[in-house]
């Protein structure tokens, strides 16, 4: 859901799901994520117009939720809507 800081800013919170396969240690593995996210300005305007279940992919950086937090959310910067 869109919201706004004290200061006007738009900030979305989100979260994301991730499936694909991989090779580790010579063998398939399947990887299944799910993440919460935040995305803020220009790039949470557009999200929000994003219709759920879209799949996107998102380029941004991993931060602590908070100071006093270990927990990761990923901060998307940008997106792309897949075909």
Do not use: C, W
């Not at 240690?25 to 300005?41: F, H, K, S, Y």
């Amino acid at each position: 859901m869109l919201r706004y800081s004290p200061g006007g800013v738009p900030i979305l919170g989100l979260t994301l799901e991730h499936q694909s396969r991989v090779a580790e240690a010579d063998a398939p593995r399947v990887v299944d994520l799910t993440i919460e996210a935040v995305a803020i300005g220009k790039v949470a305007k557009a999200l929000d117009r994003v219709e759920p279940g879209r799949m996107l992919t998102v380029r941004g950086f991993l931060a602590n939720r908070s100071r006093r937090s270990t927990r990761a959310v990923l901060h998307v910067k940008e997106f792309e809507l897949e075909q």
